[in-house]
């Protein structure tokens, strides 16, 4: 086995210094002395999803990232694996666990997973090799990582089994918690100046639905109102990065396709990376439904730099316009609870104007914008592929 350290500074010596993902009891030291060092970035994701697009926004930004996750969760992290990192052609290192090892005993519910965990690597044509056990190891593998990443522009994975870092139990029990190898000394969770929120709905509600306004006249006024030299614009999957396309194409502007309920996590990981950037991520209801758990994360992790705006229809417009149930859903009070700094409502695109010129302190701004279903006739799709889009992006915002 090694110690966590051996590996960390490795890793930090080419240049990973961002760290996200779920816990496993494999990765307690691991994760504990990335969290104990204050020049390392530990974001505590809500899902392995969420951890994926989260540190693909910092890859973006020039900050390699580390994913780390136990292979129960890795069903969790497919979707962005194979319909973002893939096809944008970002390069992430994944650290997957391998609980249902066949050589130990472990619960029932990881018999599967530890079958088929390399075998959905494979699959998703992600190389992997096993985690390193000794320390003469650690540099040939993140030699070897990092020179296909570098490459292919693709994820990497190790596979890490029980027992290949120096386990904090172990220590504990000889040497007393308190003087343990990395027991926590600090939190990840980031200490907030102002708990307060300002929470704005009634003024903005119109009387009748039919008098909302399109995605495509909500988006036309976003464009108006952002300055494309120092602000970038993330649109979800569907007909909103379509429509954000026909409005507008701007290098400043990254359509996403697939990775459906991603686009706000990518923006977190982005927008701390490059804190100097505004960074606008454009939702949809049934996106922001499928992963309403990165509200909190970016509650309790985003800067007054990221801005939120949910374009709500309350159907799956691209689908066929099937109801999603977003019609009873208060947003903004789930946004205020999580703790943006401004969250605003209403059905008048006179609260895009607001949320612009709002001073939310040190946290994220929110707006749940309703709008009528419906796209443009003809609508086209991008005539750039992602990676493509995703190239020129970085190069807008220097980081090419």
Same mark, same amino acid.
């Given at each position: ?52 697009? @989260?540190?693909?926004?910092?890859? /973006?930004?020039? #900050? ?6 136990? =292979?129960?969760?890795?069903? $969790?992290?497919? =979707? ?42 494979? *699959?998703? *044509? ?52 308190? $003087?343990?190898?990395? &027991? ?37 006024? /976003? ?27 701007? %290098? =400043? ?24 950037? #505004?960074?606008?991520? @454009? ?10 758990? =990165?509200?909190?994360?970016?509650? *309790? ?5 990221? /801005? ?49 010129? &709002? ?7 929110? %707006?749940?914008?309703? @709008?009528?279903?419906? *796209?443009?006739? $003809? ?22």
């Amino acid at each position: 086995m090694i110690q966590a350290e051996e590996f960390v500074e490795a890793a930090r010596n080419l240049g990973f210094e961002w760290y996200t993902g779920v816990p496993c009891s494999f990765l307690t030291p691991f994760i504990n002395y990335v969290i104990n060092d204050v020049q390392l970035r530990y974001i505590s994701a809500a899902n392995e999803g969420d951890a994926v697009a @989260i540190a693909a926004g910092a890859a /973006i930004a020039g #900050k390699p990232g580390v994913v780390m996750m136990q =292979n129960s969760g890795l069903g $969790n992290a497919v =979707n962005p694996l194979t319909s973002l990192t893939y096809i944008f052609r970002i390069p992430l290192l994944l650290i997957c666990t391998l609980r249902g090892d066949r050589l130990l005993q472990d619960e029932p519910q990881h018999q599967l997973m530890g079958q088929i965990t390399d075998k959905l690597l494979q *699959t998703m *044509t992600i190389p992997w090799e096993f985690f390193p056990t000794d320390a003469a190891e650690i540099e040939p593998v993140l030699q070897r990582a990092t020179a296909y990443m570098q490459q292919e522009r693709c994820p990497y994975a190790l596979i890490m089994r029980k027992g290949a870092i120096s386990s904090l139990r172990d220590a504990t029990r000889t040497m007393g918690y308190a $003087n343990a190898p990395h &027991a926590l000394t600090r939190s990840s969770i980031p200490e907030r100046e102002n708990s307060s929120s300002t929470h704005i709905q009634q003024s903005f509600f119109r009387d009748r639905k039919e008098q909302r306004v399109s995605r495509s006249e909500a988006l036309a006024r /976003i464009v108006e109102l952002i300055d494309p030299k120092n602000t970038v614009v993330i649109a979800t999957t569907g007909y909103t990065g379509r429509e954000l396309f026909a409005s507008k194409d701007s %290098a =400043n502007h990254l359509y996403m396709v697939g990775s459906m309920g991603c686009a706000s996590s990518m923006g977190l990981g982005l927008s701390l990376a490059r804190p100097d950037l #505004k960074v606008v991520v @454009i939702d949809g209801d049934g996106a922001a439904l499928m992963r309403m758990g =990165n509200f909190a994360t970016i509650g *309790t992790y985003g800067g007054a730099n990221l /801005i939120h705006i949910l374009l709500d229809n309350e159907v799956h417009d691209s689908t066929g316009a099937q109801a999603t149930v977003s019609a009873g859903i208060s947003f903004a009070k789930i946004a205020e609870a999580c703790g943006y700094g401004v969250t605003l409502a209403g059905d008048d695109p006179a609260l895009l104007d607001a949320l612009f010129t &709002a001073d939310s302190n040190t946290r994220p701004k929110f %707006a749940h914008l309703k @709008i009528r279903p419906g *796209t443009l006739e $003809n609508l086209p799709r991008p005539n750039l592929t992602p990676e493509a889009v995703l190239q020129r992006f970085m190069k807008h915002i220097g980081n090419s």
